[in-house]
């Protein structure tokens, strides 16, 4: 399913399932993006960093290369998925790295959060071999991820989108192709500052309820019936209500984020005092080494600062 707008999607698929597919990057989110591909059929070449996280993928029958070049030379579509700009940066500009194996005419798609000037810098280099890339990172969690249920936002040159049809369709159920540049980048920025201050809004009044003596659970519960209620807000309910922090995407992960949008803002010239905010708070969970649970744990910290004990 995918859209060449902002429109309904449109059904229909112009990959090929037989088409070679490497993926460089195997962390929280490789690795089941990954195993969704090799679910559906695709020949999988994979490299990650520390080559352990290549065992489980190798069972499945993923052939493991020694260098994000490998991959590439075997590859007619490259996948991408790290950490941040300079990881980006160094997978596919390095002397080992993908753009020194990637034959003209093959298909680069970041599926990272990055900053925009990573992104058209690598994007400048890949177009110099005769390398389309393609700009696609993906919204959802790792849970998500593993059902094949993530929402991609691509951007980049139109035909390599639509040959990229099956391979999205492994790894997401919407894909919309949303300009020929660095837009993707920016939308996926936008979608992670929504997600991001909903969570401390949501986390600022829970923690007022509950010290106010609402049951806990029944407010949790009302909320996410009431008219604030979003699927995002639907989500998080019941894992709060459990006080399950476990990640599905970390808070030092959403840090991460929140500091692309507002360097990105200050080049915009465009003001983010919320974003700026929520940014210290989240800086707060890391720096009392809680950085690595879920993002939703901003609740722990406004309890910390309400005084309330469990």
Known sequence: MHSGGWGEPIFGTGGDMNERVGFVGLGHMGQPMSARLLEAGFPLTIWNRTKGKTDE????????????????AQSEVVVTMVSDGAALKEVTLGN?????????????VD?????????????????????????????????????????????????????????????????????????????????????????????????FGEKAGLNWEQMLELVGSSVVASPLVAYKIGPLAKRDFTPAFTASMMAKDFDLALEAGKKLGVSLPTIGMVRQFLGA??????GELDFSALLLLMEDLAGVKH
Do not use: W
């Open 57 to 72: 993928l190798a069972k499945k029958g993923a052939k493991v290369a020694g260098s994000p070049e490998e991959v590439a």
């Open 96 to 108: 080992d790295g993908v753009l020194s194996g990637a034959k003209s005419g093959s298909i680069l």
């Open 285 to 290: 969970l890391q720096a009392t080494d809680r």
């Open 111 to 207: 599926m990272s959060t990055v900053d925009p000037g990573s992104s058209a810098e690598v994007a400048g280099e890949a177009g110099a071999k005769g390398v389309k890339m393609l700009r696609a990172p993906v919204s959802g969690s790792t849970v998500l991820a593993s059902q094949g249920k993530l929402t991609i936002f691509a951007s980049g040159d139109k035909q390599a989108y639509e040959k990229c049809q099956d391979v999205f369709a492994a790894i997401g159920q919407k894909n919309f192709h949303v300009g020929t540049g660095d837009e993707a980048r920016y939308l996926k920025l936008v979608m992670n500052m929504m997600v991001g201050t909903t969570l401390q809004m949501l986390a600022e009044a829970a923690v």
